[in-house]
């Protein structure tokens, strides 16, 4: 079983900026794909950013590319996802997700093993 904490949500004027932190209990063993997913008001579950802990190969959607960054800090079991240029649409609950490593680029939900409880995120106009 993989646990997985995130922090780092919060409120924030458009144009500001958050970081979301993802703690993994067993990193690199049952979680070498580490993502970011988030559900916005009116819109199905979206996959974010991912990255595979290994080499640190990344993949975003479209609609945070250049604006979001995802990273990792091995020493610390830990992701996060640096988010700039924030806009109203990206108000949402963030949850922190994990796999074994298999087809992380595609920022499948349905591939995901592990959650968190999930972080709000609200960025006002």
């Known amino acids: 079983q993989v646990q997985l904490v995130e922090s780092g949500g919060g409120s924030v004027q458009a144009g500001g900026s958050l970081r979301l932190s993802c703690t993994s209990s067993?990193?690199?063993?049952?979680?070498?794909?580490l993502g970011w997913f988030r559900r916005t008001p009116g819109k199905e579950r979206e996959g974010v950013a991912s990255i595979y802990t290994d080499d640190s190969t990344t993949a975003y959607a479209s609609s945070v590319k250049g604006r979001f960054t995802i990273s990792q800090d091995v020493a610390k079991n830990t992701i996060y996802l640096q988010m700039s240029g924030l806009e109203p649409e990206d108000t949402g609950m963030y949850y922190c997700?994990?796999?074994?490593?298999?087809?992380?680029?595609?920022?499948?939900?349905?591939?995901?093993?592990?959650w968190g409880q999930g972080t709000q995120v609200t960025v006002s106009s």
């Open positions: 067993r990193y690199r063993s049952s979680s070498r794909c």
């Open positions: 997700a994990a796999t074994s490593g298999a087809y992380c680029s595609t920022l499948s939900a349905a591939l995901m093993n592990y």
